[in-house]
């Protein structure tokens, strides 16, 4: 129910360690994302077949010896995680994905390297997945777990007290009750932010995308790719991943913070410094812009992305 998803939230949120909020986003935002999204020619990128696992270990080892000192600046900066060095494997898998696990490892599947058009791409892939570790996400989805799992018995004990529950049929029903409770208090807890989570390290693979001299302009992209690859028009309670418009538009307001931010670190500071530009006179209608000045034109719906 809602009621109990809130309890849940509520519950976990303090736990959750979130240190790095990104701006929010408007439906404008997410729509003019997700006409991009679904405007993006799918078959732009290399075919993960055509390239050799030789060449997409090699460039894999060539972006993260450069992300690398800057991913340790932001890491020691952040302050969240004691442990900044990292073990970066590639896996010839036919894999679209990448991963962060235990023992302060990421691993790099064969597909998502070939899906690259440049290295400012590929760097946001790895930027993102040592962001986890910076912010300590695996421990903190541990322990979001674990508080969902004795949310879940303690409800559900209380619920269940004083019953007269003594026969061996209800005191049997009443267990499977409980373990389906506590199952789902885990899956919830270890849930709830995992959307948060993944924006969060967004917003630091900006940072030590920016710092390790990579475009950012040109990371995003990989965004736009991985929003093709899914039907996800908008995120739900249960999302392991905020929806692709969502993403894009987030990381979007997030490139805006770390160019407006003087230091290059992640921080507060950096959203008082974006001060917002008062047109001096008011903006033209939509289908008063001149196509030639718009980084992508969408002739259906006459959509201009800037």
Not at 15 to 40: F, N, W
Not at 253 to 264: A, F, N, R, Y
Request: glycine letters at 8%.
């Amino acid at each position: 129910s809602s009621a109990a998803s809130d309890v849940y939230k509520r519950q976990v949120a303090a736990c959750s360690g979130i240190q790095h909020e990104t701006p929010g986003v408007s439906t404008a935002d997410e729509k003019a994302a997700l006409a991009e999204i679904e405007a993006y020619p799918t078959s732009g990128s290399v075919p993960p077949a055509e390239m050799s696992e030789g060449t997409a270990r090699l460039r894999l080892e060539e972006v993260y010896s450069t992300i690398k000192p800057s991913a340790v600046e932001v890491c020691r900066f952040a302050g969240e995680n004691e442990v900044c060095t990292w073990v970066v494997h590639y896996n010839d898998a036919r894999e679209y994905n990448a991963v962060a696990m235990d023992g302060n490892q990421v691993v790099v599947f064969h597909d998502i390297i070939a899906a690259t058009d440049n290295d400012d791409e590929l760097a946001f892939v790895l930027a993102h997945e040592l962001g986890h570790h910076i912010a300590d996400h695996i421990d903190e989805t541990r322990k979001q777990r674990n508080s969902g799992i004795l949310i879940a018995g303690l409800a559900m004990a209380a619920l269940t007290s004083g019953t007269g529950c003594n026969t061996y049929a209800c005191l049997s029903g009443l267990q499977n009750a409980s373990q389906a409770s506590m199952q789902l208090g885990g899956h919830l807890g270890g849930r709830v932010f995992s959307v948060e989570q993944e924006k969060e390290a967004d917003y630091l693979a900006a940072h030590i995308i920016n710092l390790s001299g990579y475009d950012l302009a040109k990371s995003r992209t990989m965004l736009v790719k991985i929003g093709t690859k899914t039907d996800a028009k908008t995120t739900t309670f249960l999302s392991s991943h905020p929806a692709g418009p969502e993403r894009l538009a987030s990381y979007d307001k997030t490139i805006e913070l770390v160019h407006h931010d003087p230091d290059g670190f992640p921080g507060m500071e950096s959203i008082e410094t974006v001060v917002p530009v008062v047109p001096d006179k008011p903006e033209p209608d939509s289908n008063e812009f001149d196509p030639a000045k718009c980084r992508i034109y969408i002739p259906d719906g006459n959509v201009c992305i800037y």
